[in-house]
């Protein structure tokens, strides 16, 4: 039976260097506090923080042994939204959809739900595959969990 190793510490992105590998992982994946992931390079790491967080692009996790594995944002199947992008971006936030926000578009995750009500506000839209790296909360870094914080 291979060794796991552990990740007992985060750190954020711009705060490290150097990593030793890379784990990549989607918008969901990306929330966990006690999780096995795979690296690139096929290690097993057990993830086992504090408390629950969410990882963005570029944070790392450390190692039990000082080894820093850097997280990247996995390709995922999105929705590029162009158009009246406040307007169509307050709507989007209205429904508290994730919504990674750019000077000249906006990215979703695919949801036909979402997608007709903003053809139906006039909004182009067009299927892509891209890392998804949404806004994060008013309230702090990252995601939350209602409205207690």
């Known amino acids: 039976m291979m060794a796991v190793a552990v990740a007992y510490r985060l750190r954020r992105a711009g705060e490290w260097s150097?990593?030793?590998?890379?784990?990549?992982?989607?918008?969901?994946?990306?929330?966990?506090?006690?999780?096995?992931?795979?690296?690139?390079?096929?290690?097993?790491?057990?993830?086992?923080?504090?408390?629950?967080?969410?990882?963005?692009?570029?944070?790392?996790?450390?190692?039990?042994?000082?080894?820093?594995?850097?997280?990247?944002?996995?390709?995922?199947?999105?929705?590029?939204?162009?158009?009246?992008?406040?307007?169509?971006?307050?709507?989007?936030?209205?429904?508290?959809?994730?919504?990674?926000?750019?000077?000249d578009r906006l990215l979703v995750r695919r949801d036909h739900v979402i997608a007709e009500m903003l053809r139906g506000l006039g909004a182009v839209l067009r299927e892509v595959e891209a890392p998804f790296t949404p806004e994060g909360g008013a309230y702090g870094h990252g995601r939350t969990h209602g409205h207690s914080h």
């Open 18 to 103: 150097g990593a030793a590998d890379v784990v990549e992982l989607g918008y969901e994946e990306r929330f966990l506090r006690r999780r096995r992931l795979m690296t690139r390079g096929g290690e097993a790491i057990l993830v086992d923080l504090p408390q629950t967080v969410s990882l963005e692009h570029g944070d790392a996790l450390e190692l039990a042994d000082g080894r820093l594995v850097e997280v990247i944002a996995a390709v995922e199947p999105l929705i590029e939204v162009r158009g009246d992008l406040p307007r169509l971006a307050w709507h989007v936030g209205n429904r508290h959809t994730p919504c990674q926000i750019e000077a």
